[in-house]
């Protein structure tokens, strides 16, 4: 029988199939098409308006609430296509006549497992621009994890789909403490992603050794900055982020820092109830001042309305404080 040759479909199709397979962070994520990129003429390029889900109060009694508490508000974020990846490949017509499991062994699993390792990067570089929870150790405690999606549930955040990613040491840590309870019926009859350790408490764990270190300010574990004067809060147009007014500090405070701010604490999603715990806000621009100074924190701090998520708006001179231990390298898992 005459061999087939390979051709770029096939080739395409069984390296999208491996580079599924290595990617245990990008394939847990939401990565629905949006068909605003193919219309007829009108194609939108490198930049994608994200609408964001549209919140709304209630009233009570037979006369329905008016005014800018009640409007409809529709928030959005922008996602711009700016990095684009690719890893040529190098084969010869012989090998073009082998069976694609062949050829995969030889060229496309080595060329998957590079691109895979470099998009994990790219998108495991932005965990510090959303928001974070700080533990006091080194070392990963099952305690934690249940902290940890606690906030979630608390956040209204989906009980389906959840996902964990542990670096290398994290595992070590967690699997000691769970010594086999890592264990699913029901997943072992299919195949796994790379990294796939098993399930418990919730949660798909997986092993990631892209998850970045992040080296807290000076400033952490201090309450040395405070709140310049009253009223600020974010905007229900941009949910994203806000910026905030500090002074009085003099160390630095570092994009990927998580502040709490003095009583302003969490509110439920749904009924804006105060949840009594501080509301953490992740620094996205750094700070080092020993004057009046600007930070922009995520999300937006938004103290009424519809996307309501604290409970007051900061008073003036409220202390701001850094979680965590100054200058001290946290590795970061994610879930």
Known sequence: MANTNLNSDIITDKSLEILHQKLNFVTNI???????????????????????????????????????????TQSQTTLTISTQRHVPMRFTSEELTMDIDRFAERHIEPAMS?????????????????????????????????????????SVAPLNDRCAL?????NVDLVDALKGLFQDSSSISKQYKEG???????????????????????EGGLAN?????????????????????????????????????????AV??????????????????????????????SPALIASGPYQNVDAAPANNAAITVAGAASTAYKQSLL
């Open 30 to 72: 939401i990565t629905d098409y949006d068909d605003s990129f193919a219309k007829e003429g009108a194609k939108i390029g490198n930049t994608l308006r994200i609408r964001q889900p549209i919140q709304y109060g209630t009233g009570t009694g037979a006369t329905m609430a008016t005014g800018t508490g009640a409007d409809t």
């Open 114 to 154: 590079k691109l895979a390792a470099m998009i994990e990067n790219d998108a495991l570089s932005m965990i510090n621009e959303v928001g974070q929870m700080v533990s006091a150790g080194t070392k990963i405690e099952f305690s934690e994890i249940m902290d940890a999606r606690a906030k979630l549930s608390n």
């Open 166 to 170: 542990l670096d290398p040491q994290g």
């Open 196 to 218: 796939l350790m098993g399930r418990t408490a919730g949660f798909d764990f997986y092993e990631n050794t892209l998850l970045p270190s992040h080296t807290s300010g000076a």
């Open 225 to 265: 900055y405070d709140i310049v004067g009253t009223g600020q809060v974010g905007s229900a147009t941009n949910l994203t982020s806000s910026t905030i007014d500090i002074d009085t500090g003099t160390k630095t405070v570092l994009k990927g820092d998580v502040i709490t701010i003095a009583n302003v604490n």
């Open 268 to 297: 439920h999603p749904e009924t804006k109830v105060s949840q009594g715990a501080g509301k953490q806000f992740t620094v996205i621009s750094p700070a080092t001042a020993s004057g009046t100074t600007t930070i922009t924190v």
